[in-house]
């Protein structure tokens, strides 16, 4: 298993170093806690505070307001999530909110470890990709509409 690893956000796309064959869908980008805290973010209409993400994972497992408060802070430092200081009842506090949806997450991590592997293993991914979509008619059209697409593009 691979350290995941997300790099600070260049031109608006997450910059992935490793990827976790063993995770499962996020979890194959973050850490189990990353995972669960982007998702909250996700889910919200609003920014919110360290306090109302703790609230809301705290009621589904034991967790740790520091704990949630420096994730959040990693999380910001990678560049994933943003933040603003606001004066609350205790003071100053920070509020974020995620820096990009989830779709557009998901699509630049996938970027991001499909370059890798083209760029060093070029013609070995290049030659599963053909076998795997090849075997699925309905995926092998699509494929192949979208190449005539971009081949056209760059002619054009």
Request: no cysteine.
């Amino acid at each position: 298993m691979f350290r995941v690893i997300v790099r600070k956000m260049r031109r608006g796309a997450a910059k992935i170093s490793q990827y976790n064959i063993e995770g499962k869908e996020l979890q194959a980008f973050l850490g189990p806690l990353e995972t669960s805290i982007i998702e909250v973010m996700w889910s919200a209409k609003q920014p919110l505070t360290v306090r109302d993400v703790y609230e809301k994972l705290k009621r589904r497992k034991r967790i740790a307001y520091t704990t949630v408060m420096t994730t959040m802070n990693r999380l910001y430092d990678k560049g994933l999530l943003d933040r603003r200081v606001e004066k609350g009842r205790g003071g100053v506090l920070y509020v974020y909110w995620p820096k990009f949806e989830e779709h557009n997450f998901k699509k630049s991590a996938v970027h991001e470890v499909l370059n890798s592997l083209v760029e060093n293993f070029g013609d070995i991914v290049a030659s599963y990709l053909v076998e795997r979509i090849s075997s699925e008619e309905k995926e092998f059209k699509d494929l192949k509409d979208k190449l005539e697409k971009a081949l056209r593009g760059k002619r054009g």
